[in-house]
């Protein structure tokens, strides 16, 4: 596999430190609101990067952390009305209530868990030390207040995650007030504490750590260095990244990973997500109008690396395609229930079309994850099954079948790998119908009564009636389609 590596600017064949096993540690989110589409994005791509791993045969240790000691939250409880010795508390408990709100929300995305997630706040041990280390070779001071700071300079390759110089940096870099900095480019290892919010013992007196840190601690805790891939969304590499590189690579003298995996931006119609604009898009939201798994298919159906335009078209787009790749399934599973044809071999061009289309498959994602492509490839494996399932000569036809079955096979491999098109069909059909349903605020026992009348008029062979009940439906965006099952509506 070849994939873009943030620290060389290039694509760099994938070739893990230990062969066979793969470490991979991608930051989480900070537990102080609900997720957003950016990072339902971030989960969802190295959801499918490990999952891809895996189908390589890859043992891959996958460790995402949550922050859950940060300003952030504290802001956010004080905020909720709590004061003093409450604060604490009250932080643990707004941790709690989004951590889980994160893992409700990415299991209806289709992420799987991390093998290991650790949480911040269980790593103050691990973090007091590496601060002790950092100070003890030079890299990192205490300050009279009880801060901790990482000496930038000291760190000679400082910049080289985000190539950034040290005038561009130096430019950005302020002092706030209050703070004991020797240089303005110095960033917090940790903090002391005000009364009230969450701290913890340490040699500087009672404090917490600040962001960076943790990553490197917990790094280190769980995985061997260096890593073999870290990532996280763009928004990550200056300062977040580029600190954790700074303090993993001085305490370790190790280098920290091998490969600097960043995926990009969600805009929302065209704009920068932001508080300010408030256009920030929860998962949730998303969820009211639009199934999960249709969301997934949109995040991957661009490149990772490419930044990704959250529109209406752009998910009406997507959930058209999902529900052709449903349908061309049910009408598969439905044909490779029958009896098998005998006799007959399968056309040459069939054969090789279909695996030129799995081998395609396979050099798309080989090639730094090319989702987009990949989905491509999914996409003409339907119309295949299609013009298969079309011809009345290849369904008597045995090798043809061998070939549905063959892509069949291929499909559920891909589908796996993507985290898509692994429902039952009807399941996934029924759910999509329910939502489009909810969105046009149809009444659906209304439905199925006028169904009822339309079947009754049928019967009774009063066409006229029947074909009027069908216009009011048409009204109300339904459309019937008679079948020798029986009559089924969709929404139009
Ligand atoms: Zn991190």
Redesign the pocket.
Known sequence: MQIYNTLTRKKEPFVPVTPGKVGM?A?GITTYDLCHIGHGRSAVVFDVLARYLRSLGLEVTFVR?F?DVDDKIINRAIKEGAEGKAIAERCADISRTYIAAFHEDMDLLGVQRADIEPKATEHIEEMIALCQTLIGQGHAYATPSGDVYFKVRSFEPYGKLSGRSLDEMQAGARVAPGEEKQDPMDFALWKGAKPGEPSWPSPWGQGRPG??I??SAMTEKHLSLPLDIHG?GQD?VFP??EN?LAQTEAATQKGFARYWVHNGFVQINAEKMSKSLGNFTTLRDIYKTHLPEVLRFFLLARHYRSPIDFTPEAMEDAEKNCKRMYETLQALQAELAKPEPKGGTAPKELEEEAASLMRQWDEAMADDLNTAAALGYMNSMGHLINRVLDDKGLRKNAGARHVLAHMAQAFAKASVVLGLFSQQPTAFLQALRSIKAARLNLDIAKVETLMQERLEARTSKDFARSDAIRDALAELGVAVRDTPEGALWDIA
């Open positions: 540690y930051c952390n922050t962001w960076h943790e990553c996280g990550l977040h990244h954790e």
